[in-house]
T-cell receptor
Framework: GQNIDQPTEMTATEGAIVQINCTYQ??????LFWYQQHAGEAPTFLSYNVLDGLEEKGRFSSFLSRSKGYSYLLLKELQMKDSASYLCAVNPNNFNKFYFGSGTKLNVKP | DAGVTQSPTHLIKTRGQQVTLRCSPKSGHDTVSWYQQALGQGPQFIFQ???????QRGNFPDRFSGHQFPNYSSELNVNALLLGDSALYLC??????????????FGPGTRLTVL
């Protein structure tokens, strides 16, 4: 089966840095995606990793280690609007049949 | 570009009824996937349509069926509704073709409540 694990909830302070981890065990691997989802809204794309290493995109960075089945999303200079759920998703093949984790609810406090 | 659109936004049904949800993909996209997201959970893959055929399917019963039209829009049908079918139903579109980067764009979802 496919298994994607991430922490249920995290709390961080405005202006700080937070790291959200994701571990996965899937039948194949064709890329790992991070999505942001505000309550009641659609997930929006944040980042994509298919090769090992760090991908940086403004305040957001994502890291992948395929040998360890591990990724993290790093959010810098946290803002109140970053309060949302962060979803880790793995595409195990070429057909976009994504497997999602349950999401990490991030609470940013003043 | 309107992005992915879904209708209706909200829907209330009773157990045993049938429901049809609709999705129009992002311009230039020909592949449509449907996901079910229960409260507090991540989206779960239902099925995917490409070239008007179901190409991939997740672990959902036959009560869940779909269709894709020549203009790439899609419908999700659920028969014999159960209370457990209450969820946010998300449609996602992506372009076909090879390569490993196939980002999916999600629509705003349809919130289905079964009473």
């Amino acid at each position: 089966g496919q298994n994607i694990d991430q922490p249920t909830e995290m709390t961080a302070t405005e202006g700080a840095i937070v790291q959200i981890n994701c571990t996965y065990q899937t039948s194949g691997f064709n890329g790992l995606f991070w999505y942001q989802q505000h309550a009641g809204e659609a997930p929006t794309f944040l980042s994509y990793n298919v090769l090992d290493g760090l991908e940086e995109k403004g305040r957001f960075s994502s890291f992948l280690s395929r040998s360890k089945g591990y990724s993290y999303l790093l959010l810098k200079e946290l803002q109140m609007k970053d309060s949302a759920s962060y979803l880790c998703a793995v595409n195990p093949n070429n057909f976009n049949k994504f497997y999602f984790g349950s999401g990490t609810k991030l609470n940013v406090k003043p | 570009d309107a992005g992915v659109t879904q209708s209706p936004t909200h829907l209330i049904k009773t157990r045993g009824q049938q429901v049809t949800l609709r999705c129009s993909p992002k311009s230039g996209h020909d592949t449509v996937s449907w996901y079910q997201q229960a409260l507090g959970q991540g989206p779960q893959f239902i099925f995917q349509y490409y070239e008007e055929e179901e190409r991939q399917r997740g672990n959902f019963p036959d009560r869940f069926s779909g269709h894709q039209f020549p203009n790439y829009s899609s419908e999700l049908n659920v028969n014999a509704l159960l209370l457990g079918d209450s969820a946010l139903y998300l449609c996602a579109s992506s372009p076909s073709g090879g390569g490993s980067y196939n980002e999916q764009f999600f629509g705003p979802g349809t919130r289905l409540t079964v009473l």
